[in-house]
Each structure stands twice: as structure tokens, then as C-alpha cells.
């Protein structure tokens, strides 16, 4: 069976072609609020032209969301290119781990459910770099320990860079040196190790709190960068997400 699985996060949309349980493809969008559907449809299907993608080829698409608005536009844009009607799942989506909280984000949801079937037989956190940065933990059997959420790390940036008068746009990378003496370096450092010791923090103390040593899976658009420089993330995975809403939309 081959799906699309649908990740709308707050600052992009990311598609994943599904074979099975593997996605052979995965594409990035910047989100838009108040893209309308006609944009999405013409968007979408440059894209699948783009990767040889044929819409009637596509058993079921599967839709997660945690821009309120752009589900609608989404889903009508799914039904013009495809013509079925998407999956739409949230925390409300039975599976193998307990919510616990009607609050809980459909991403931090799915990361859980990805991380629970995909790691089993031990409790997991996972740390997802995206617009907030949180830290999530579940256990073997499902149960949903808690969460943490933070100022995500390009959030941060944007917001240093947008109110001071003298500090540049920086391209967010390990620096050379963790004491700078130019702008770009000592911004890269704040950025890069100033996040990465919250980040071993939040491992830390989850690991005392919960009386355990926790597998940690990295998730997210700047996973890459902090994945490198710590041994406190044991495996990085970009798609995780997706991964997690599959699981989720699969047998519905």
C-alpha cells in the first residue's frame, strides 16, 4: 500500500511517501497561514511531478496538524489531486500509548507513537527541534510521562536577530570556538552550546526523574546540528514524525 502521511507543523509542512511501513521520499514546505487550497493543489502537484509521483497510485493520504486552519485547506487540496478523503488523526487517535493530557500537540503525540514502536522494550525521550523545542517521555507499555516545552532554537534566533540593532543573520553550525571573538562565532556558540546544555539538561533530569536511562531520539529541522556534538542523543531522525502519524492513520 503506498500513503501519503501530511506533517502540518507551525513553521513547515513535511509530505512523506509511504511504501509499506518505509518512506522512500520526504519533501519540505514552508507553512503558510493563509495559503488557500487552490495554491496548495497547484504546489502539491508540481511536486509529485517533481518526484515522479502518480495520485491514483495513492492507497490512503494521512493528515496530521497543529495549524487549526491550514487542515481544511489541506484536506480540500487532497481531495481535489486524489479525490478520496484524508486520514486525520490527532491525540485523540487510538494507539498504543496513553495521551494522558487533552492538550497534548498532535506532533508530540505522533512522536511518541513513533518512539514506542519503533524502540520498544524501554522508556524513550524524544527531543524535537522545531519551531518550540520539547522533550517528551513514554514508557514500555505506552504510558506518557511528561512533557517539556521551550522557545524553540531558530524561534530564538529569528527573535535575537529581529531585536538588536547590530547582530546578523548566522548560518546556525557548530562555530569554530565556543569563546568568539567576532559576532558570528559568539552567536553561534550562544545558539549551538547554549541549547545543546538545555538539551543534555533536560535528559538528565527526565533520566533522574523517571529512575532510568531513557533512549533518546532526535526529531526536527536543526536535529542534525546538536546530534553530532553530544552522546546524550542516541539515534537523530528527521523523519520521525511522519513516522509516528503513520502508525497512527495506518489501519483507519
Avoid at 507499555?141 to 538588536?164: D, H, M, R
Wanted: charged share 20%.
Amino acid at each position: 500500500m503506498n500513503s501519503i502521511v501530511i506533517n502540518v507543523g507551525n513553521s513547515n509542512i513535511r509530505f512523506g511517501l509511504f511504501n509499506g511501513d518505509n518512506c522512500d521520499i520526504s519533501w519540505v514546505i514552508n507553512t503558510k497561514p493563509y495559503r488557500t487550497a487552490d495554491e496548495l493543489y497547484v504546489q502539491m502537484l508540481m511536486l509529485y511531478q517533481t518526484y515522479k509521483i502518480e495520485p491514483k497510485e495513492i492507497d490512503k493520504v494521512i493528515i496530521g496538524s497543529v495549524v487549526p486552519q491550514l487542515t481544511k485547506v489541506m484536506s480540500s487540496g487532497i481531495r481535489k489531486i486524489h479525490g478520496v478523503t484524508p486520514v486525520i488523526v490527532d491525540r485523540a487517535t487510538p494507539s498504543g500509548v496513553q495521551a494522558k493530557s487533552k492538550q497534548m500537540g498532535t506532533d508530540i503525540y505522533a512522536n511518541l507513537v513513533a518512539a514506542h514502536n519503533l524502540y520498544p522494550n524501554r522508556k524513550k525521550i524524544v527531543i524535537d527541534f522545531g519551531t518550540a523545542l520539547t522533550a517528551s517521555c513514554v514508557t514500555e507499555t505506552g504510558e506518557t510521562l511528561g512533557v517539556i516545552i521551550a522557545p524553540g532554537i531558530v524561534t530564538s534566533l529569528n527573535s535575537l536577530i529581529s531585536q538588536t540593532a547590530q547582530l546578523p543573520e548566522i548560518e546556525l553550525k557548530k562555530p569554530k570556538s565556543v569563546l568568539g571573538l567576532d559576532t558570528v562565532t559568539c552567536m553561534q556558540s550562544g545558539m549551538v552550546y547554549g541549547f545543546l546544555g538545555m538539551v543534555e539538561g533536560f535528559v538528565t533530569r527526565i533520566n533522574d526523574e523517571v529512575n532510568d536511562d531513557c533512549f533518546v531520539v532526535a526529531t526536527g529541522g536543526v536535529s542534525h546540528v546538536y546530534k553530532p556534538l553530544t552522546d546524550k542523543i542516541h539515534v537523530m531522525d528527521r523523519l520521525h514524525t511522519l513516522k509516528g502519524l503513520y502508525f497512527l492513520g495506518k489501519d483507519l
